[in-house]
């Protein structure tokens, strides 16, 4: 039996949708520009952005995939360098501005796409358009458009990959999947973050077909779907293998490990800051040791694992803790940098945060600053959203929406809030957010259409 749905759909708020999230961007931008914001700013603002630029220049006047030291880049992936070389071809001294323009356009684009995802899942224009506008307002996601680096882009192509796996779900047309996969494998080449999201989906799609007994299909197209979204990527480890002896597919996975998660362990252990256990962690003699026989990267990579595997509740209680930052960290500490007086009290805060002292006092000097008024009122909005979340999850299974797609939903929003949830730095779970900040949308806008049932009446016909 096979269920079609019918509903009115109302293509003005489509349109107001597009108008109005263009509006935003170009009004952004104007108030930026006129805030003191420059390409050198968008350039060397975060650290990470030169360590795309550099591969970038290689890839354009060596044809090779370099890092500063004329050695094999292994630490980032060609996706993201590869956009920045095409931005200096099609505008050569003003390639930031081009990669700004695009990175704005694409995400543009996301808003849409979320709102067609919204349309598809509720058949209900006005839901579709609010929840939509939530995305074509988030600033927060607006502000990364603007630097060059690889979250805005892997933002734009997961949300869109989304969209094909519901198309496919759907309607059951193979190309839908097949795109899907191509792009959720692009996607791991601009942001390794995804790397194992095709595994977990080509589980759900073997499920799908086995509940419709069709157990021989169900394993080709598993086997289909995981060759597109995993073989690119074991070439590339193949690359790195033979380029520089390294046997992964990125070295940042081994030095987060190492420089960001056994570092948080020892900071929550020894009651210490997280920026000294990291400069310690540098300096540690066992990883010198270690790499008399194997690449630096094995010994990060070994030493991690021991120090995680004696800690585990310890590690347990920070990624918990993380994930709580990635969904409550305040937007507003990245979107005021262009001030210089609040980055002074971004980095006096994250300081403090990451500090040992007594929370009561951290709270005290919180609430002190005058800014800290600006910060409760963004982080009230994100727990808003968060509770909109929570309401949409519980009214998408209980919506008649099909159970493979409330499980791939879940299954990409637990996927990246567990990914990125390991102890971190304190200024860098903002970032983190753009993974699942339209995730949370769609469900926002599932949560507006149960209470705005009136709306394009939906009817389900058996057929």
């Known amino acids: 039996m096979k269920v079609i749905f019918c509903s009115?759909?109302?293509?003005?708020?489509?349109?107001?949708?597009?108008?109005?999230?263009?509006?935003?961007?170009?009004?952004?931008?104007?108030?930026?520009?006129?805030?003191?914001?420059?390409?050198?700013?968008?350039?060397?603002?975060?650290?990470?952005?030169v360590t795309y630029a550099i591969p970038a220049d290689s890839i354009l006047n060596q044809g090779k995939f370099l890092n500063q030291q004329q050695q094999?880049?292994?630490?980032?992936?060609?996706?993201?360098?590869?956009?920045?070389?095409?931005?200096?071809?099609?505008?050569?001294?003003?390639?930031?501005?081009?990669?700004?323009?695009?990175?704005?356009?694409?995400?543009?684009?996301?808003?849409?796409v979320l709102?067609?995802?919204?349309?598809?899942?509720?058949?209900?224009?006005?839901?579709?358009?609010?929840?939509?506008?939530?995305?074509?307002?988030n600033l927060h996601d607006v502000y990364f458009c603007f630097f060059i680096l690889s979250d805005s882009i892997a933002q734009s192509i997961l949300i869109i990959a989304v969209f094909f796996l519901i198309r496919f779900f759907q309607k059951q047309q193979t190309v839908y999947l097949l795109l899907a996969a191509a792009l959720l494998s692009t996607g791991t080449f601009i942001r390794p973050?995804?790397?194992?999201?095709?595994?977990?989906?080509?589980?759900?799609?073997?499920?799908?077909?086995?509940?419709q007994k069709m157990s021989v299909k169900a394993l080709a197209i598993a086997i289909l779907f995981l060759s597109i979204g995993f073989i690119p990527e074991f070439l590339w480890?193949?690359?790195?293998?033979?380029?520089?002896?390294?046997?992964?597919?990125?070295?940042?996975?081994?030095e987060n490990l190492y420089s960001y998660h056994a570092a948080g362990i020892f900071?929550?252990?020894?009651?210490?800051?997280?920026?000294?256990?990291?400069?310690?962690?540098?300096?540690?003699?066992?990883?010198?040791?270690?790499?008399?026989?194997?690449?630096?990267?094995?010994?990060?990579?070994?030493?991690?694992?021991?120090?995680?595997?004696?800690?585990?509740?310890?590690?347990?209680?920070?990624?918990?803790?993380?994930?709580?930052?990635?969904?409550?960290?305040?937007?507003?500490?990245?979107?005021?940098?262009?001030?210089?007086?609040?980055?002074?009290?971004?980095?006096n805060m994250k300081s403090e945060f990451l500090s040992d002292s007594s929370q009561a006092e951290q709270i005290r000097n919180f609430l002190s600053n005058p800014f800290s008024i600006l910060t409760l009122l963004n982080g009230f909005l994100l727990v808003t959203i968060l509770v909109f979340t929570f309401w949409g999850i519980q009214r998408s299974f209980s919506s008649g929406i099909p159970l493979q797609i409330n499980l791939m939903l879940l299954c990409f929003m637990i996927y990246f809030l567990l990914i990125h949830a390991g102890p971190n730095g304190f200024g860098t779970y903002p970032r983190f957010r753009l993974s699942i900040s339209m995730l949370q949308t769609i469900y926002v806008g599932l949560f507006i259409a149960k209470m705005n049932k009136k709306d394009g009446k939906t009817e389900a016909i058996a057929m």
Request: hydrophobic share 45%; glycine share 4%; charged share 15%.
């Open 115 to 137: 709102y067609e995802i919204i349309w598809a899942l509720s058949r209900n224009s006005k839901a579709s358009f609010l929840g939509s506008l939530i995305a074509a307002f």
């Open 72 to 112: 094999p880049e292994i630490f980032r992936t060609p996706g993201y360098p590869l956009f920045l070389a095409f931005c200096k071809l099609i505008s050569a001294k003003n390639w930031i501005w081009a990669a700004i323009i695009l990175q704005l356009l694409l995400n543009t684009v996301s808003v849409v």
């Open 267 to 347: 900071a929550e252990k020894n009651g210490t800051s997280f920026y000294q256990e990291q400069e310690n962690l540098k300096n540690d003699p066992k990883v010198q040791e270690l790499t008399r026989t194997m690449s630096l990267q094995e010994a990060q990579r070994k030493i991690a694992f021991k120090v995680i595997s004696e800690n585990l509740p310890t590690y347990l209680y920070l990624n918990l803790k993380g994930a709580g930052y990635i969904l409550f960290y305040p937007g507003l500490f990245d979107i005021a940098q262009i001030y210089p007086s609040f980055r002074n009290y971004i980095a």
């Open 237 to 254: 480890q193949l690359r790195n293998e033979q380029a520089a002896g390294y046997s992964g597919f990125s070295a940042i996975q081994e």
């Open 193 to 211: 973050a995804g790397l194992y999201l095709p595994l977990l989906l080509a589980f759900l799609i073997f499920f799908y077909y086995v509940r």
């Open 8 to 49: 009115r759909r109302n293509d003005c708020y489509l349109i107001l949708t597009v108008l109005l999230s263009i509006l935003i961007r170009f009004m952004f931008f104007v108030i930026f520009l006129r805030a003191g914001f420059s390409d050198d700013f968008s350039l060397h603002h975060y650290p990470d952005s």
